[in-house]
């Protein structure tokens, strides 16, 4: 039904001789009437092409006429060029335009419940309910091409390199991600439940043990989580996992591959990625995906502020737990009262109480020329110190965050990257690293001990010194970061049966747990499991920063709202009792939090 996609046609394809047609099929993204022309903009995935109508063909200009935005329709016609001056530099066809011979309306279409050729905004949930019409957008269109282009790429790139794309399970049992599980109830084995997959970790585990030595999924993932910030409860990981390979080759590999991508996409360089250890990230940026486009940096200056009398600053400078640090923001002492509360405000969603800052007017004169409600505080030779820690300068501002280190670190970190944006201090357009050295574990509020990435992480110790300090212990983990973005992280697991024991021993998961839950990879680990490891890029969220994206939500066809439903399928629904009745699933009341 199409020779040609309309958003493809140039000036080569100008009929030479005036006669040989082009037949295009699309949606009427525009209609004009220009005293006695009627002009069609039409469009399809690829792009719009402008068509004309002249009213000496009455048949094509009539029906041409009755077209409505969204009507799908064919055209035969001829390639002109456009009448010089009437040339559109700003679309890929503008040079061109067809001369609409005949024209067939193959459906019509209510009127769109939003327009597609205007900049018009429109509600998120209006979009997401007409999404077949929202993804007409040529640049939602565009996303999505980006995103097979990805994905190919990708299979390409990994099947060159000898992985094998191996499919695994949806229909399982939890794999701990530190997220709730989606349950699916069977209707087979009553009272038991499958687990949606949080990720394919213990299967492709599996597989290594199996000998399969390079895998690789382009695999769905679910996660029941509370949808902070810029999540999707079922969203997409590039899987990977290898046998005998060292974190440095499975980091070289897959660095190579990201290079590689935006080299041939993009056409960036992203050049050699540099490698921080995870302390490091957090003292500097508070942020284990520190986005280092932002030149500011904390400082600790805990050790400043032990003896000083102002208890913000010097009970958290003597708690082991807390952390006192400085932001210098340099050239920032023009910033506004009202800018300065705002950013108050905007610490206090990291739980901050507070934000102490000192406006640096004159360094020289430590008595009058630092302006700050606190600075009275502090006693002179620790104003001097602190100006010399910072190597700070006149009119620069100087943020405090005192508090838990984790408080500290969070809103810090947050701050630097909010004052990064809203003062345009972006040094460069893209700024990749490698975290590494990751802990094991970090401490729980209940006082127990959780794993940082997931519990089948080798250490990068002994057993007996992780027994003796678990908190100490480093792990062989790797993050790759992105403009602070997460983009994927793995590890090297732990191959050795009784090591994933004495993990599973500090994680308090007993013998019986163990058994029940992982009894399967405990045994596999028996019979000659490699040496293995790998990581899992997150897809959606590569593709969200390779199209400049707002949210993954724009990167993925259908996604679900911030409240993990579907507007457009009325996903999650009810059931009929019939079907509850076979899955022997009686619903409770409704009952309230304090029941
Ligand atoms: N399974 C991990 C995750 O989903 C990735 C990995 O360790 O390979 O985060």
Same mark, same amino acid.
């Given at each position: 039904?199409?020779?040609?996609?309309?958003?493809?046609?140039? &000036?080569?394809?100008?009929?030479?001789?005036?006669?040989?047609? $082009?037949?295009?099929?699309?949606?009427?993204?525009?209609?004009?009437?220009?005293?006695? =022309?009627?002009?069609?903009?039409?469009?399809?995935?690829?792009?719009?092409?402008?068509?004309?109508?002249?009213?000496?063909?009455?048949?094509?200009?009539?029906?041409?006429?009755?077209?409505?935005?969204?009507?799908?329709?064919?055209?035969?016609?001829?390639?002109?060029?456009?009448?010089? @001056?009437?040339?559109?530099?700003?679309?890929?066809?503008?040079?061109?335009?067809?001369?609409?011979?005949? %024209?067939?309306?193959?459906?019509?279409?209510?009127?769109?419940?939003?327009?597609?050729?205007?900049?018009?905004?429109?509600?998120?949930?209006?979009?997401?309910?007409?999404?077949?019409?929202?993804?007409?957008?040529?640049?939602?269109?565009?996303?999505?091409?980006?995103? /097979?282009?990805?994905?190919?790429?990708?299979?390409? !790139?990994?099947?060159?390199?000898?992985?094998?794309?191996?499919?695994?399970?949806?229909?399982?049992?939890?794999?701990?991600?530190?997220?709730?599980?989606?349950?699916?109830? /069977?209707?087979?084995?009553?009272?038991?439940?499958?687990?949606?997959?949080?990720?394919?970790?213990?299967?492709?585990?599996?597989?290594? $043990?199996?000998?399969?030595?390079?895998?690789?999924?382009?695999?769905?993932?679910?996660?029941?989580?509370?949808?902070?910030?810029?999540?999707?409860? *079922?969203?997409?990981?590039?899987?990977?996992?290898?046998?005998?390979?060292?974190?440095?080759? +499975?980091? @070289?590999?897959?660095?190579?591959?990201?290079?590689?991508?935006?080299?041939?996409?993009?056409?960036?360089?992203?050049?050699?990625?540099?490698?921080?250890?995870?302390?490091?990230?957090?003292?500097?940026?508070?942020?284990?995906?520190?986005?280092?486009? +932002?030149? %500011?940096?904390?400082?600790?200056?805990?050790?400043?502020?032990?003896?000083?009398?102002?208890?913000?600053?010097?009970?958290?400078?003597?708690?082991?737990?807390?952390? $006192? &640090?400085?932001?210098?923001?340099?050239?920032?002492?023009?910033?506004?009262?009202?800018?300065?509360?705002?950013?108050?405000? !905007?610490?206090?969603?990291?739980?901050?109480?507070?934000? &102490?800052?000192?406006? $640096?007017?004159?360094?020289?004169?430590?008595?009058?020329?630092?302006?700050?409600?606190?600075?009275?505080?502090?006693? %002179? *030779?620790?104003?001097?110190?602190?100006?010399?820690?910072?190597?700070? *300068?006149?009119?620069?501002?100087?943020?405090?965050?005192?508090?838990?280190?984790?408080? =500290?670190?969070?809103?810090?970190?947050?701050?630097?990257?909010?004052?990064?944006?809203?003062?345009?201090?972006?040094?460069?357009?893209?700024?990749?690293?490698?975290?590494?050295?990751?802990?094991?574990?970090?401490?729980? /509020?209940?006082?127990?001990?959780?794993?940082?990435?997931?519990?089948?992480?080798?250490?990068?110790?002994?057993?007996?010194?992780?027994?003796?300090?678990?908190?100490?212990?480093?792990?062989?983990?790797?993050?790759?970061?992105?403009?602070?973005?997460? %983009?994927?992280?793995?590890?090297?697991?732990?191959?050795?049966?009784?090591?994933?024991?004495?993990?599973?021993?500090?994680?308090?998961?007993?013998?019986?747990?163990?058994?029940?839950?992982?009894?399967?990879?405990?045994?596999?680990?028996?019979?000659?499991?490699?040496?293995? @490891?790998?990581?899992? !890029?997150?897809?959606?969220?590569?593709?969200?920063?390779?199209?400049?994206? /707002?949210?993954?939500?724009?990167?993925?066809?259908?996604?679900?709202?911030?409240?993990?439903?579907?507007?457009?399928?009325?996903?999650?629904?009810?059931?009929?009792?019939?079907?509850?009745?076979?899955?022997? +699933?009686?619903?409770?009341?409704?009952?309230?939090?304090?029941?």
């Amino acid at each position: 039904m199409r020779s040609h996609y309309c958003g493809e046609l140039r &000036a080569s394809d100008i009929s030479a001789d005036g006669r040989q047609q $082009v037949i295009l099929s699309g949606w009427v993204h525009r209609r004009r009437d220009h005293g006695g =022309v009627i002009f069609l903009d039409l469009r399809d995935r690829e792009g719009i092409v402008q068509v004309v109508f002249d009213p000496d063909r009455e048949q094509s200009f009539t029906l041409a006429d009755a077209c409505r935005n969204e009507f799908v329709v064919q055209v035969h016609g001829i390639v002109r060029a456009r009448p010089a @001056g009437t040339e559109n530099a700003d679309m890929p066809t503008g040079e061109v335009e067809v001369l609409g011979q005949e %024209l067939v309306i193959l459906n019509k279409s209510d009127t769109p419940p939003f327009q597609l050729d205007e900049h018009q905004s429109v509600g998120e949930d209006v979009r997401l309910k007409y999404r077949y019409v929202d993804l007409r957008r040529p640049d939602m269109a565009q996303k999505l091409k980006l995103r /097979s282009k990805v994905s190919t790429f990708i299979r390409n !790139f990994l099947d060159q390199n000898g992985f094998l794309d191996i499919e695994t399970p949806i229909l399982t049992r939890a794999t701990p991600e530190g997220a709730r599980d989606y349950l699916v109830p /069977s209707r087979t084995h009553e009272g038991h439940f499958f687990a949606l997959p949080q990720s394919p970790q213990l299967f492709k585990q599996l597989l290594m $043990v199996a000998g399969m030595d390079r895998y690789y999924q382009i695999a769905k993932c679910f996660r029941d989580e509370d949808l902070r910030a810029d999540r999707q409860p *079922e969203f997409t990981q590039i899987d990977i996992e290898t046998s005998f390979m060292d974190e440095d080759q +499975i980091m @070289g590999l897959t660095e190579q591959m990201v290079v590689e991508l935006f080299r041939n996409q993009l056409d960036i360089d992203l050049g050699e990625f540099p490698r921080m250890p995870y302390a490091e990230a957090m003292e500097k940026y508070g942020s284990d995906k520190p986005d280092l486009r +932002i030149p %500011l940096q904390l400082v600790t200056v805990g050790e400043l502020m032990q003896d000083v009398e102002f208890k913000v600053f010097s009970g958290p400078a003597k708690d082991p737990n807390g952390r $006192v &640090a400085a932001l210098k923001v340099p050239g920032g002492n023009s910033m506004t009262r009202k800018q300065i509360d705002d950013y108050t405000k !905007f610490v206090g969603i990291y739980g901050a109480r507070g934000l &102490a800052y000192i406006k $640096v007017n004159n360094k020289a004169d430590l008595e009058e020329g630092l302006q700050s409600p606190i600075v009275k505080f502090l006693p %002179l *030779e620790v104003r001097a110190q602190l100006l010399e820690r910072l190597q700070a *300068e006149d009119g620069d501002l100087i943020f405090f965050g005192a508090d838990s280190e984790k408080i =500290v670190n969070e809103a810090l970190g947050a701050l630097r990257c909010k004052i990064g944006e809203d003062l345009e201090l972006m040094t460069c357009a893209w700024a990749p690293l490698w975290v590494v050295d990751f802990p094991m574990f970090e401490a729980t /509020s209940d006082g127990g001990i959780t794993a940082i990435h997931h519990p089948f992480t080798a250490p990068s110790c002994s057993p007996e010194e992780l027994a003796a300090a678990p908190l100490q212990g480093l792990s062989r983990a790797y993050d790759m970061v992105l403009n602070g973005t997460e %983009l994927g992280g793995g590890s090297i697991r732990i191959h050795d049966q009784s090591m994933q024991a004495k993990v599973f021993d500090l994680l308090q998961i007993d013998a019986d747990e163990q058994q029940e839950k992982f009894g399967f990879l405990l045994d596999a680990l028996k019979f000659g499991c490699p040496p293995h @490891g790998g990581l899992a !890029f997150g897809l959606d969220r590569l593709v969200m920063l390779m199209t400049d994206s /707002s949210s993954i939500r724009e990167v993925i066809a259908f996604p679900k709202t911030q409240s993990a439903s579907c507007v457009m399928t009325q996903a999650p629904g009810v059931v009929a009792n019939k079907q509850l009745r076979e899955l022997n +699933i009686k619903l409770r009341e409704k009952v309230t939090d304090s029941q």
